[in-house]
């Protein structure tokens, strides 16, 4: 239990945040053209996650939650393993050791599936769903009272939970997202593809009301000799006062990532339009040739590393500056 502990709190499932964020990713790798979040609370008691993907066979589903256990993970040697080629594979069964893991899903046959992993037990039984997946995790951290009680506030999980939501809502404006709290709906967005639509759903109760928001669709084609990539997304004027919640949203290659240097440019490319303290709301996402990205970096992980980071992070600036200017805010 401890080989496991270590996994999975060093690797996939740190926080409800976290554990929200793994459900999303495999939501979208489905397919999914709508994705419903619930959350009761810090997110500790229950979250769910229902998407309308593809769905699961109920041997996948089964195979998919029990990918390694306690027993498979005995010696240290396996857990080097693991850790060198990565944690794909790896998020349900990660899940499952911290909490009570409940999927229902169903893959397009007459009835669906449910496979209930609870207390190290695995029962699967036949379930009415309509094409699609829902996992819903309760009992987080229920066996692990030191991560528990390393968690923040109700207020700053839910916070962390709603900011993950946001990034892949306005990322994958293509998709319908809904987060509900506590019963309550705290957002939606449509999924019409619309980047505009996608940050008015959003922001539509925390930031638009401040004033008229100017919203500027983009997309910026940057090529130069030893970097190529496209910018396309949407950059948002007036700013926000800069807060602990972090506006700006960066995709790289389709992934949503946590990348400073990127943000910063972003930031950069605003350039006196900027008060001081200030910061956009902005939704970029960046491709590039797939070997300009260093792969080494761990796939469960929010970061991308650039071979040449200096050179990406000039030409994004470059597209930002360049459609801000044009834009004529
Ligand atoms: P990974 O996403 O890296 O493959 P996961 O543990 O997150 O690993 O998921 C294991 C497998 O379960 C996935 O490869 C996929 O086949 C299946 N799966 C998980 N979530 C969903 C979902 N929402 N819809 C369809 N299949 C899913
Ligand atoms: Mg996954």
């Known amino acids: 239990?401890?080989?496991?502990?270590?996994?999975?709190?060093?690797?996939?499932?740190?926080?409800?945040?976290?554990?929200?964020?793994?459900?999303?990713?495999?939501?979208?790798?489905?397919?999914?053209?709508?994705?419903?979040?619930?959350?009761?609370?810090?997110?500790?008691?229950?979250?769910?996650?229902?998407?309308?993907?593809?769905?699961?066979?109920?041997?996948?589903?089964?195979?998919?939650?029990?990918?390694?256990?306690?027993?498979?993970?005995?010696?240290?040697?396996?857990?080097?393993?693991?850790?060198?080629?990565?944690?794909?594979?790896?998020?349900?069964?990660?899940?499952?050791?911290?909490?009570?893991?409940?999927?229902?899903?169903?893959?397009?046959?007459?009835?669906?599936?449910?496979?209930?992993?609870?207390?190290?037990?695995?029962?699967?039984?036949?379930?009415?769903?309509?094409?699609?997946?829902?996992?819903?995790?309760?009992?987080?951290?229920?066996?692990?009272?030191?991560?528990?009680?390393?968690?923040?506030?109700?207020?700053?999980?839910?916070?962390?939970?709603?900011?993950?939501v946001s990034r892949y809502a306005l990322l994958h404006p293509d998709v319908r997202f809904r987060l509900r709290h506590d019963g309550r709906e705290v957002f939606s967005t449509p999924g019409s593809g619309s980047y505009t639509d996608a940050v008015l759903g959003v922001y539509d109760r925390t930031v638009a009301g401040q004033s008229t928001t100017f919203a500027h669709e983009t997309a910026v084609s940057v090529d130069g000799d030893d970097h190529s990539l496209t910018v396309d997304g949407l950059l948002v004027y007036p700013s926000v006062t800069r807060s602990r919640r972090d506006h700006v949203h960066v995709a790289v290659n389709g992934r949503t990532v946590g990348n400073a240097g990127l943000k910063r440019a972003v930031v950069s490319g605003y350039g006196t339009l900027l008060p001081q303290g200030r910061e956009p709301i902005a939704v970029v996402s960046v491709s590039l040739s797939p070997q300009l990205v260093d792969a080494n970096v761990h796939p469960s992980k929010d970061e991308v590393a650039f071979l040449d980071g200096d050179a990406v992070e000039s030409a994004v600036e470059e597209a930002v500056h360049e459609a801000v200017t044009t834009a004529d805010l």
């Open 1 to 164: 239990p401890e080989t496991v502990e270590r996994i999975a709190a060093g690797e996939v499932v740190t926080r409800p945040a976290s554990v929200v964020k793994e459900l999303i990713e495999n939501s979208l790798d489905a397919g999914a053209e709508s994705i419903r979040v619930e959350v009761d609370g810090d997110g500790t008691a229950m979250l769910k996650v229902a998407d309308d993907g593809h769905g699961m066979s109920e041997a996948d589903a089964t195979l998919a939650v029990d990918h390694h256990t306690t027993s498979k993970l005995g010696e240290s040697s396996d857990l080097e393993r693991v850790s060198t080629l990565g944690f794909r594979g790896e998020a349900l069964p990660s899940i499952a050791a911290v909490a009570t893991l409940d999927v229902t899903t169903n893959d397009g046959g007459p009835r669906g599936t449910r496979v209930l992993v609870e207390g190290g037990e695995t029962t699967t039984s036949p379930a009415g769903r309509a094409t699609g997946t829902t996992v819903e995790v309760r009992d987080l951290f229920h066996n692990r009272p030191a991560r528990r009680k390393s968690l923040s506030s109700t207020q700053a999980e839910f916070g962390r939970v709603s900011d993950v």
